[in-house]
């Protein structure tokens, strides 16, 4: 039995970031990068599963990105994953989300998983798409925002609950193999302890070309996506007025519109 | 090509306000005799022709489908059906819950152009081009779709206006084929976490994020949020960790601040997700550590400083 899990290593931006010379993204040297949140809850709740399995269950994470996402696939590692592949090549540059889950599935058909889980989306592009389009270029059921999960591997179908907006649930039974986006909060994802982080350090990541995976330099990149960035800007935004002061001047300032909120409620 | 397809989305009967925004967002993209059918698909579709009838809407397009709630195969096939019999050169759905489990999906088989929370859209030289935000909301990105002759667009929420007055488009049945679904949709439940706290009736606010750090100081904020009579809320990683419970959780997924005036936010960054829930509120105030988080950029006020010790200047003044 086996789950692929898809994670993203994610950028996060430096304070004084700028704008790159071609005015379609950030400047890569103000980028902080890391695993991205959501995909630490999926990467949890496949190791969850394998660890209430009563057969053995691999978990393997895959991610399409350059060098620098072997960092983020050693913390899966860390955290229980089993093995780890990343997929890379220059043609990949400038895919958008569609390409990206062209790839994973790509990536999916050579691993033949019973489950595939993503995050429900990225904290830096945030199209909340990659997972849902990978399960269409493998023909797979799929849903999105899960928020909790009953599955045992090899199970012909899983019972979730979709996180709709407004607080409200809905229960739904899935045909299986499917793709599952996984939301925050669903369990609790672990720390890595010092010894497995370690073990992980030592442990390998597969390394796949596009060839590896039958794919083509037109299938990625911009003649595989469906959109384009056309341009990159800082918006202007609406700016708070700002309290100044010492701790205890800006509380005051802070009492008074509370007070004057007060007053003139009824 | 031509003509905009709007997909309105109904869940338990009721149709849900954003599909009425989506129509503003319509409106802004329509050239001279183009057409705006909005598309709704349910068991009984007609019960949703009079809160569709609005202006900006030529047609409305009813599907009566097998599921009476949003089904992933069914919208698939149904709204895939639609864009095969119209070809529309822009298609229009909300950036929502039902959406995510459908859109990108049908992009990647179909080929459209596509965008997801899309906050403005338009035409430069002809071209459709759409702007979405990235980064935390740091950066605009504007997207365009070369030599896709369809695409579609997840919009992003309260942003574009729902046209206000009543119309008669004509109304037309559409046969959709129907799909095999492979997922089957059960029971609805109202989240309720043991605490019948009503954020929505909430004319005060004072909530907790990230920035406190751990649990052992929410009592500090619990107890201030009592000193100057406001209700305590929180962020989504609060309530994720059970640090409060999730009916006190602010935002797309928990409860709207709808009837809230006064609003605290202590390390909140301001998740697109949170704003959702509280931007609307007319008086904001958020205390973060960091100038840089995008809460100033909804809040009236800003103190920037450590929320612990503005808490216990604050408290010592009620």
């Known amino acids: 039995m086996k789950i692929l899990v898809a994670v993203k290593q994610v950028s996060a931006l430096d304070e004084d970031f700028e704008i790159r010379d071609d005015g379609r993204d950030v400047d890569p040297e103000f980028f902080i990068r890391d695993l991205n949140e959501w995909d630490d809850f999926s990467l949890e709740e496949a190791v969850k599963i394998k660890e209430a399995a009563a057969e053995p269950v691999e978990v393997v994470a895959v991610s399409v990105g350059a060098g620098e996402a072997d960092e983020s696939l050693r913390k899966c590692l860390a955290k229980g994953a089993d093995r780890a592949i990343r997929v890379w090549d220059a043609a990949i540059e400038d895919s958008d989300s569609i390409a990206i889950a062209r790839v994973l599935a790509a990536v999916a058909k050579r691993e033949a998983p019973n489950m595939l889980f993503a995050g429900v989306q990225s904290s830096d592009h945030s199209f909340a798409s990659t997972g849902i389009a990978t399960a269409a270029f493998l023909g797979w059921p799929h849903a999105a925002v899960v928020s909790s999960l009953a599955y045992s591997p090899g199970a012909k179908s899983a019972v979730f609950r979709r996180e709709l907006e407004g607080g409200l649930l809905q229960e739904v039974e899935i045909q299986c193999p499917a793709v599952l986006t996984i939301q925050l909060g669903i369990n609790t994802p672990r720390y890595a302890s010092l010894r497995s982080i370690k073990q992980a350090a030592a442990k390998p990541i597969e390394v796949l070309s596009l060839a590896d995976v039958a794919l083509r330099a037109a299938d990625v990149g911009e003649a595989g996506s469906l959109s384009r960035v056309r341009r990159m800007y800082v918006p202007d935004k609406g700016r708070a007025q700002l309290i100044d002061g010492d701790a205890a001047q800006q509380a005051a300032r802070l009492a008074d519109i509370i007070r004057e909120f007060k007053g003139a409620a009824p | ?318």
């Open chain 2, 1 to 318: 090509m031509s003509g905009i397809l709007v997909i309105a989305e109904q869940r338990r009967g009721e149709l849900r306000p954003v599909s009425l925004e989506l129509l503003g967002a319509a409106e802004g993209l329509r050239r001279t005799g183009d057409e705006v059918a909005v598309a709704i698909l349910a068991g009984a579709p007609d019960r949703f022709v009079g809160a569709l009838s609005v202006a900006g809407v030529d047609e409305i397009l009813t599907v009566k489908v097998a599921s009476p709630e949003f089904d992933a195969d069914t919208f698939e096939s149904a709204v895939g059906a639609l864009i095969a019999k119209r070809s529309p050169d822009v298609v229009l759905v909300a950036h929502s819950v039902d959406s995510f489990g459908f859109a990108a999906a049908l992009a990647a088989r179909l080929g459209l152009g596509f965008a997801t929370d899309v906050f403005n859209a338009e035409r430069i030289d002809g071209e459709l081009v759409a702007t979405r935000g990235g980064y935390g909301q740091k950066v605009s990105i504007e997207v365009d779709f070369p030599g896709r002759s369809t695409v579609l667009l997840a919009i992003r929420g309260n942003v574009f206006k729902a046209p206000e007055q009543a119309a008669s488009p004509r109304v037309t049945a559409f046969d959709a084929p129907q799909a095999a679904s492979r997922a089957a949709g059960r029971d609805f439940i109202e989240l309720s976490a043991g605490d019948d706290v009503d954020m929505a009736a909430a004319e005060f606010i004072l909530t907790i994020g990230r920035g406190i750090g751990e649990e052992a100081k929410v009592a500090q904020f619990r107890e201030l949020a009592d000193a100057i009579g406001a209700t305590l809320g929180c962020s989504r990683p609060i309530a994720d960790a059970g640090w409060l419970p999730k009916s006190r959780q602010v935002g797309q997924s928990g409860k709207t601040a709808s009837a809230c005036k006064l609003y605290i936010a202590m390390g909140v960054s301001g998740a697109i997700q949170h704003l959702a829930g509280m931007k609307h509120v007319s008086t904001i105030i958020a205390v973060n550590s960091d100038a840089e988080a995008s809460i100033f950029g909804v809040a009236k006020y800003g103190i920037v400083g450590d929320i612990f010790e503005i808490a216990e200047e604050l408290r010592s003044l009620f």
